[in-house]
C-alpha cells in the first residue's frame, strides 16, 4: 500500500528549471520502482523518467535525456525529479507513480498506485 503526493510544479521560462517532488508512504517503498509520467491537455499519458527500487537504475525518454535527473532518498521515502533547460514542450501535469513487480517500465498499465499531479508550464 503506497500513497504518492507530487509538490513542486509552477510556471518558469524556457530554459529555466524546476524541481518537483514526490512524497510516499508505505511499509515497503523500497520495494518499488518509481516513474514521473506527465499528460498535456488532450493527449496521452507519456512516460517521462523511472527509477529502480534501489535507486542503480533510471531510464529516460529520448526528449528529456540530458536534461532531467531522477532521484530517490528511501530512507525519506522521497522522489525527485530535476527538470533543467526546460522548454514549452515539456508543459504538462507531472504524475509520479510507484510499481510493484516492473522495474524501469514505460507502461502506465504496469504501474499499481498514482499520485495526484502537479502542474508545470514553460512559457516561451
Known amino acids: 500500500q503506497v500513497q504518492l503526493v507530487e509538490s513542486g510544479g509552477g510556471l518558469v521560462q524556457a530554459g529555466g528549471s524546476l524541481r518537483v517532488s514526490c512524497a510516499a508512504s508505505?511499509?515497503?517503498?523500497?520495494?518499488?520502482?518509481m516513474g514521473w509520467f506527465r499528460q498535456a491537455p488532450g493527449k496521452e499519458r507519456e512516460f517521462v523518467v523511472a527509477?529502480?527500487?534501489?535507486?542503480?537504475?533510471?531510464y529516460y525518454t529520448d526528449s528529456v535525456k540530458g536534461r532531467f535527473t531522477i532521484s530517490r532518498d528511501n530512507a525519506k521515502k522521497m522522489v525527485i525529479l530535476q527538470m533543467n533547460s526546460l522548454k514549452p514542450e515539456d508543459t504538462a501535469i507531472y504524475y509520479c507513480a510507484a510499481s510493484q513487480y516492473y522495474s524501469g517500465s514505460s507502461t502506465a498499465e504496469e504501474y499499481d498506485y498514482w499520485g495526484q499531479g502537479t502542474q508545470v508550464t514553460v512559457s516561451s
Open positions: 508505505g511499509r515497503t517503498f523500497s520495494s518499488y520502482a
Open positions: 527509477i529502480s527500487g534501489s535507486g542503480g537504475t533510471t
